[in-house]
């Protein structure tokens, strides 16, 4: 750093020296801000849905996947299960389970 007679606050010098940028406003500079960025939104989109299903009476298989889950999921076993099955398929296990369900 330059040495120089210092007035004070109002240095225009020791402001500019000052001056930093953090990581997130240059993402292109760092490959893990971004991968951080999308992994928060994807994260938050996880938490609403799961939130949503709960409220909803449906107790999803885990946090991570939520999101895509409530969007592709037709049946209630797929989101209990965590595990997305052919529409036939996801309706015949649907029907088995409202079956043994009764017996």
């Given at each position: 750093m330059m040495k120089h007679?210092?007035?004070?606050?109002t240095c225009?010098?020791?402001?500019?020296a000052s001056v930093s940028f953090s990581a997130s406003s240059m993402?292109?500079?760092?490959?893990?801000?971004?991968?951080t960025n999308r992994a928060e939104k994807r994260l938050t989109k996880d938490r609403d849905a799961f939130k949503a299903m709960r409220e909803q009476?449906?107790?999803?298989?885990?946090?991570?996947g939520a999101a895509d889950l409530q969007d592709h999921a037709t049946t209630k076993s797929e989101i209990e299960t965590g595990r997305l099955l052919p529409k036939k398929l996801a309706s015949k296990v649907e029907a088995a389970k409202k079956e043994l369900a009764h017996s």
């Open positions: 007679d210092c007035p004070g606050e225009w010098y020791c402001k500019v993402p292109t500079r760092n490959g893990s801000v971004a991968e009476g449906i107790q999803p298989a885990r946090l991570k």
